[in-house]
């Protein structure tokens, strides 16, 4: 089993739309949680972190259940600069790696 | 502006030869990540560096991969006797201290390599 496993993708959406990526992790002493965005053959950036009361920046809201070692990205309004993969990453408490999912891509169209 | 910078960006390699990435992370941070893209698949985590020490490397290959930050110059990434499946985008990223502070890892643009 994958550490970290996300919804295959891709997902193709209208502007405007709302959309959700789910991502679960495997290790249940996971301790940070993390989405990052990469750009068609570019290095990823760090979006946002996600926290357990989760937590809301602008357009994109992030969830944390830990019971079910389950997080979510959601994206409202979609615009077409949204267009990307986004990628789930999570943090064990082993030296502090960062452990990607495989990632989803999102097309906004217009 | 000085980003984690890599180079080469792009390098191609024939079968059996070595390749030489490198690595210069953003002034002040001294803790350096190898990360290794394969085409249509995530990050593979392959190496933690600080200074002259290498922290993790569980996720290096055993064999023909190595790694350094040594005390002066950049962090360099070594693939000798490379294969065809070697062929990846290999990104390098940098933080100011241990990224389970904060998880924010600074990534350079990425060297591509191609085994012919």
């Known amino acids: 089993r994958k550490e970290v496993e996300q919804d295959p993708g891709p997902f193709n959406v209208p502007e405007g739309a709302t959309v959700a990526f789910n991502c679960t992790y495997s290790?249940?002493?996971?301790?940070?949680f993390f989405w990052y965005r990469q750009d068609c053959r570019k290095e990823p950036k760090l979006l946002m972190s996600v926290y357990s009361s989760g937590n809301e920046d602008g357009r994109f809201t992030a969830q944390l259940n830990r019971a079910s070692q389950y997080i979510s990205l959601l994206i409202r309004d979609s615009k077409l600069s949204d267009s990307a993969t986004y990628l789930c990453v999570v943090i064990t408490n082993q030296g502090g790696k960062l452990i990607f999912g495989q990632g989803t891509e999102l097309s906004v169209k217009p | 502006n000085a980003g984690v910078m890599q180079n080469p960006r792009h390098l191609v390699r024939r079968r059996g030869q070595e390749a030489r990435l490198r690595c210069s992370p953003m002034?002040?941070?001294?803790?350096v990540y190898w990360y290794r893209q394969l085409p249509e698949e995530g990050l593979k985590f392959m190496v933690y560096l600080q200074k002259e020490n290498i922290i993790d490397e569980s996720g290096m290959p055993k064999e023909r991969f190595s790694a350094e930050f040594p005390k002066e110059g950049p962090s360099i990434l070594r693939i000798q006797q490379v294969v065809r499946g070697d062929s990846a985008a290999y990104f390098c990223a940098s933080s100011r201290g241990t990224s389970a502070n904060t998880g924010e890892l600074f990534f350079g643009e990425g060297s591509r390599l191609t085994v012919l």
């Open positions: 002034k002040g941070h001294s803790h």
């Open positions: 290790n249940s002493a996971s301790q940070s």
